[in-house]
Every structure is written in structure tokens, then in C-alpha cells.
């Protein structure tokens, strides 16, 4: 990961920090808390799903870093002292322990609780580290045992207290002897008890680097002494994760409660709304009563409308009849237009015979005149005759064209008066039978508007009866049923923090298993 800015300015923080995150086997964060995003700079969205190495100091050896993983594939705890670097290049001492996380028998995760690291255990490993990027040899070597320090002392001792007396007496020599024997036979046991604890230290933690980081000595005390901070370390890594799922289940309990409190908050609205259910039934009651005197007033007019539709149909019954009435005078009239359309026709055959007469007439006059003024002055009296008769031919063939001209056209007029009293009388046929069917329809309109009326009267009496009660259980229903919906919500989220909890508690116990 390249680094873009470093400043050799360390970053302190409160000793009661435990710095702590999880991650995969990958070393891909996957949880951290609050005093590591205080201490690093970093948020937590900027840290979740990244290499843990976003916050590694490039004065960290990589010796270090294998070491660490070397440790931890093979299942076992490591624990050093780490630099690392804040968002911002400064850096921070953090002592590290880290530890894999075991389920079902294999390792699932690594965690890291990093604790305050005293000042001159910091001094001492930044000189290892600087030391060792600097490629010298990063292990010191085992210095000479303390139990052989001790015993080659008071061995010379012992020789030095043993020469003296000699040159006085034997005896006192040989007692000298058994003396020092008896004196160094518990130092023989001692030294047997001891290296047993010793290896139960190395058994513990083994690395001769961290025992000089730690102690400035690489001997069995200092292996003791690693030991000791080694359990301490483990100790307050249990206290930092368990405190961290501390934390997390207070949030579950808190957050249970809250939604407990909201299930009583509900209930006092519920309670509410049946109060305001109970206002609402009392105003829905006189709105029923309403409807129901309102369906009564309908009632009475329907049966006005009935009364106004049996008068309808009684005049339309009427109207039938003088239509029908017509329809025979009109019959009847037909007939004698009829009847004088054919006097009409006789009357041209007279006239047809008096034109005919009033041509022979003016031809017989004609010849009168012409024998008349064949005869002279006797015949004069006769042709005066003549004309006369003759004019009055001329006459009556005019007045016989006249009065032939009249009959045509009255014969035209009561042809056509036929015709239109032909259509009139289909006209009021078609008059009588819609009036027919209006009647029929009037009659069924009638006979419902009967039974509406009736139903009208029925539904007036069963709306003050069952109107309330079934808008009632209506309402009530609805806002149980809502009710219920949300209660039931709030149980399930109750359902979820309650399995949030117990699986916070079962990773604890899995925890703090990871040291028993």
C-alpha cells in the first residue's frame, strides 16, 4: 500500500483505549470499534472491507509481520509491539494481541486487541525494528543460564570455605564437605522445579526477540516475565472483546426497550382510537337516523311518483280511446270522399253528355241558319231562331267545359283527401299501439315502483336496526386489525434484537472460549 505522507509525530491516547477490530482470513476488515476510528482518524465505512494494512507503518519489518502470521495460521495467540500510522502520517504504539478465532475446529477469523504501550518498551522495539530494517541480526543469542550462575557462585564459594579449615583439620574439612552437599542438593531441586516452570513459560510464548523487546534480557527470568505479560495481554484482550460485545448488547437491550417503549406508546394511541371509534359510532348513529327518515321521505315520494305515473296512464288510456274514435271517423270520412269522388265521376258523365248534346245542338243550328238564308226574307225570322240556339249551344258546352273542370279537379282534391286519411289512419294506428306499449311500460314501471316502494320501507326500518352495528363492528375491525398489524410488526423487531442479543452472547462465549 503506498503511503503518501509520513509525519514522525505520535499520535497519544487515553490508557483505558482498547483498540480493537476483527478480520477475515484474507485480512480484510470486518468490524472495528470506536477507539480505533478515534485513534487511526480513519471512519469506519473508510475501514470495513479493507486490508488491515491501511493503517501499517512503513518502519514495521516484515520479519515482524511473518512472525505474526506464522503464529496465528498455526492457531496460537501472538503478541508484539506495533507501529502503526494514522489517516493523517502521524503514528501510534499500540501492544497487539492477536488471536484466531475458532468455529466448529477452524479458524473463521483473526482479532486484534491493541492496548497503551509503555514508553520504553516502545523505545526498545523501535531500536529492534531499526535494527532489523537495517539488516543486522534480529534475534540476540541466549545468554548463560541463571541457575548456572547461581551454582558456579556459591560453588566457589564453597571451594573458597573449604580450603581454609582444610590446613587446620581433616574433620573439619570432610564435615565442610557433607555441609555444602546438604546446601546444594536443594539448589539441585530447585533447579529442577525451576526449569519445569520454565518450560511451561516457553510453552507459553517463545520468542527470544519479543523477551528483549519486552525485558532487555533473553534468559528463563526474562522467559517468565514474557509469560506473565503474555497472560496479561490474553487477559485484556478477553476484557476489550467482551466489553466490545458489551457495548453491542447494551445497544440490542437499549434498543429493545425503546421498542418496547413504542409498543406502549401504541397502546395508548390504539386506546386513543377507540376513544375517537366511540365519538365516531355516536355521530355515525344520527347519520343512520338520518338516512333512515331520509329513506322514508323517499318512501312517500315514490309513492307520489306511483300515484302520478296510475294518473298517467289512466289519461294515456283515454288519449288511446279518442285516438282510436278519430281513427273510425276517419274511416268513416274515407268512405263518403270516397263515395263522392264517384258522384264526382257521374256528374262528368252528364256532363260529358249535355257537351255532347250542346255540339249536336250548335250543328243543328248551324244548318238552321244556312237553310234559313237559303229561304231569304221568310227564312229571316227562322235564322234569328237559329242563332239564338246556337249561342245557347255555345253556352252550355262552356259552362259543360266549366263544370267538367270543377268535377276533375274536386276529384283530384278527394283522391287526395283519400290519400292523406289513408296515411292519418296508419298514423293513429302506430299512435294506438305505442300508446299500447306506453301502457305496458307504465305498467311495469308502476309495478316496480311498487316493489321499491315497499323495499323503501323495509330498508327504513332495517337501517335503524343494523346500520349501527355493522358500521360499528366495521370500525372496530379495521382499527383492531391495524392495531394488531403493527403490534405484531413491533414483536417481530423485538424478535430480531432479542436473536441479535443471544447471538452477541453466544460470540462472547465462543470468546472467551478461545482461552480456556
Avoid at 288511446?320 to 274511416?331: K, M
Amino acid at each position: 500500500m503506498a503511503i503518501k505522507e509520513i509525519i514522525n509525530e505520535e499520535v497519544t491516547y487515553p490508557s483505558d483505549y482498547k483498540i480493537l477490530s476483527t478480520t477475515d482470513l484474507d485480512s480484510i476488515i470486518t468490524h472495528v470499534n470506536e477507539d480505533f476510528i478515534n485513534v487511526c482518524g480513519y471512519s469506519k465505512d473508510e475501514l470495513i472491507n479493507q486490508p488491515h494494512n491501511i493503517v501499517r507503518h512503513p518502519d514495521m519489518p516484515k520479519a515482524a509481520f511473518a512472525d505474526l502470521w506464522n503464529t496465528i495460521k498455526q492457531g496460537q495467540s501472538w503478541m508484539g509491539l506495533v507501529k502503526n500510522r494514522c489517516k493523517n502520517g502521524k503514528y501510534y504504539w499500540v501492544n497487539a494481541y492477536v488471536t484466531p478465532i475458532k468455529r466448529n475446529g477452524s479458524i473463521c477469523e483473526y482479532q486484534s486487541v491493541r492496548t497503551q504501550a509503555d514508553p520504553e518498551l516502545t523505545q526498545r522495539a523501535q531500536a529492534c525494528y531499526d535494527a532489523i530494517n537495517a539488516g543486522k541480526k534480529a534475534k540476540p543469542k541466549l545468554g548463560a543460564s541463571i541457575i548456572t550462575k547461581l551454582f558456579f557462585t556459591w560453588l566457589c564459594s564453597v571451594i573458597l570455605f573449604v580450603c581454609l579449615p582444610y590446613l587446620s583439620s581433616t574433620f573439619a574439612v570432610f564435615g565442610f564437605v557433607a555441609a555444602v552437599m546438604c546446601f546444594c542438593m536443594p539448589l539441585y531441586f530447585l533447579k529442577h522445579r525451576f526449569a519445569t516452570v520454565i518450560a511451561v513459560s516457553k510453552s507459553i510464548h517463545n520468542n527470544p526477540l519479543n523477551q528483549f523487546v519486552y525485558t532487555g534480557h533473553v534468559d528463563e527470568l526474562s522467559h517468565l516475565e514474557l509469560s506473565l505479560r503474555m497472560q496479561k495481554a490474553e487477559t485484556l484482550a478477553v476484557v476489550g472483546r467482551i466489553k466490545d460485545s458489551g457495548e453491542h448488547l447494551q445497544q440490542g437491550l437499549d434498543e429493545h426497550q425503546q421498542q418496547n417503549n413504542a409498543n406502549q406508546s401504541q397502546l395508548v394511541e390504539q386506546s386513543q382510537n377507540l376513544e375517537e371509534v366511540v365519538t365516531s359510532i355516536g355521530q355515525m348513529s344520527s347519520s343512520v337516523t338520518d338516512i333512515a327518515q331520509n329513506t322514508a321521505n323517499s318512501t312517500t315520494e315514490i309513492h307520489q311518483l306511483v300515484s302520478q305515473i296510475q294518473a298517467t296512464k289512466e289519461a294515456l288510456t283515454h288519449s288511446q280511446t279518442a285516438t282510436s274514435e278519430i281513427n273510425n271517423l276517419l274511416a268513416e270520412s274515407r268512405v263518403a270522399i270516397s263515395s263522392l269522388n264517384q258522384q264526382c265521376q257521374n256528374v262528368n258523365k252528364v256532363v260529358e253528355v249535355i257537351e255532347e248534346i250542346a255540339k249536336q245542338t250548335n250543328l243543328l243550328a248551324l244548318n238552321a241558319a244556312i237553310e234559313a238564308a237559303r229561304a231569304g226574307e221568310t227564312g229571316r225570322g227562322f235564322a234569328v231562331v237559329a242563332d239564338e240556339v246556337r249561342n245557347l249551344a255555345s253556352r252550355s258546352a262552356t259552362s259543360a267545359s266549366e263544370i267538367h273542370t270543377i268535377i276533375n279537379t274536386l276529384s283530384e282534391t278527394t283522391a287526395q283527401a283519400v290519400t292523406q286519411m289513408d296515411k292519418s289512419h296508419v298514423l293513429t294506428n302506430k299512435s294506438i299501439d305505442s300508446s299500447k306499449m306506453l301502457d305496458e311500460s307504465l305498467t311495469s314501471v308502476s309495478n316496480v315502483m311498487a316493489i321499491i316502494e315497499n323495499n323503501g320501507e323495509q330498508i327504513s326500518v332495517a337501517a335503524e336496526q343494523q346500520a349501527v352495528v355493522v358500521n360499528q363492528i366495521h370500525t372496530n375491525a379495521m382499527t383492531l386489525q391495524s392495531g394488531i398489524k403493527q403490534f405484531e410488526q413491533n414483536c417481530q423487531h423485538a424478535s430480531l434484537h432479542s436473536q441479535d442479543i443471544s447471538a452477541q452472547g453466544s460470540r462472547q462465549t465462543e470468546l472467551v472460549a478461545q482461552f480456556n
